[in-house]
């Protein structure tokens, strides 16, 4: 037994070696960066140790800014990406003609890059002097002036900045769900069916049920992948998010550590280690709940 369970280590040690060089030493280093006040990075020196740097990026203004955009686009993008993921799965699942095209179709955006998504939805939403945008024509025949979503009120480019984040993430989430959809076994639905249940109840008491798991892996994904946002924010309003008061938690990481003056590690380690604190929290959260009210076993 010891001679198996010292070959099964063997196997793992290449894995464990990779995640500890790569992962693990970066995560302390940055945790050490954080506590090293007044750090130089050409010079590799530092002047206290304490809580300064913590301090300073609590109380920065466009620290506070980029946490009250994030978790403006988490508490937005994450449940209506899932819950309109779901509800066009549960139509492609019950469509049998051209299905695999539809899917296709659907999974293109997630393939294609976040930079020329952005480009587009900018000739979308962006006025300029020739042309007010499609959106604007849109909601010109309801009536409604033109606005500039790009450069415009924070209310429209947090729209903008919501609405892109949602087109990009949806299609993965679609491919996911619509595999969960097909993998629930057909004799619950044929006796539900023989019972005289509604497609509704179906639904609810049936499906909901059995794609849970997948559920809260998607909402627990989402929640980690909007915290990191920062490509869909600059794809929209460019490098300069602090001007467009568009920044978010990592677009704030980036600022600090490459900066004018050659950066502030010290800084951009600290509001990375807080970043890390309240994704893992959340994940925590959404892990004891899930626990309770998701049925691992059906």
Known sequence: MERRTMKGWLYLLPAILFLGL?????????FVYSFEEGYNFASQTYHGVGGYNYAYVLRDPYFLQAVRNTFIL?????????????????????????????????????VTNTLAVGLVFMI???????????????????????????DGPYAAKMFVLCLYTIWIVMPFKILILTSALASVNQSYYNAAKVDGTSRFRIFVRITLPMISPTLVYLVIT????????????????????????????VGYVYDM???????????????AIILFAIVLT?????????????????
């Open 22 to 30: 790569f992962l693990v030493y970066p995560l302390i280093d940055v």
């Open 74 to 110: 988490v508490v937005i993008t994450v449940p209506l990406s899932t819950g309109i993921a779901l509800l066009i799965s549960a139509g492609l699942s019950s469509i049998k003609p051209l299905r695999n095209l539809f899917q296709t179709i659907y999974f293109l955006p997630y």
């Open 124 to 150: 979308l939403f962006k006025k300029t002097p020739y042309t007010d945008g499609l959106a604007n024509l849109i909601l010109g025949w309801f009536g409604r002036g033109p606005i500039d979503f790009i």
């Open 222 to 249: 989402g929640f980690i992948g909007a915290f990191k946002a920062y490509s869909d924010a600059v794809a929209l309003f460019g490098t300069n998010l602090n001007a467009a008061e568009m920044n978010t938690i």
């Open 257 to 271: 550590l490459y900066g004018n003056s050659g950066g502030y590690p010290s800084y951009a380690s600290a509001a």
């Open 282 to 298: 959340i994940t925590c959260i959404n892990l004891l709940v899930s626990r309770r009210y998701v049925n691992y076993n059906v």
